[in-house]
């Protein structure tokens, strides 16, 4: 994964839309006339900017059927930054942790 490509996907995260708009799809891919109902205090063309974004990052992959566009969660990358930037960090606190277990313990 390039430094580009970790800025677009942490640029589509650090939004709070942008970060519903993924919760919303984790259940199944919707059309963006479903998102656009879900969230409706936000009008079409602002939804299909957050989109826009959530794609160029590769969260979203988008598939058309006839007149509807589909949005379809992307996992990949969110598991690249949890593997490149929480997961290495995780094992040394865990490390910690179980260190400070057992000095307690002793």
């Excluded at 970060?19 to 656009?36: E, F, N, V, W, Y």
Aim: proline residues 2%; hydrophobic residues 40%; contains cysteine.
């Amino acid at each position: 994964m390039s430094s580009e490509h970790d800025d677009r996907v942490f640029k589509a995260l650090g939004h709070h839309r942008r970060r519903a708009l993924l919760d919303s799809l984790r259940d199944g891919p919707r059309t963006t006339g479903a998102l656009c109902e879900v969230f409706a205090d936000m009008d079409r063309c602002t939804v299909m900017q957050h989109l826009k974004v959530l794609e160029e990052s590769g969260l979203v992959i988008v598939r058309r059927a006839g007149r509807e566009r589909w949005n379809h969660l992307n996992v990949l990358p969110i598991k690249q930054i949890h593997d490149r930037w929480i997961g290495q960090y995780a094992l040394h606190a865990v490390t910690l942790l179980d260190r400070l277990r057992s000095d307690l313990e002793k």
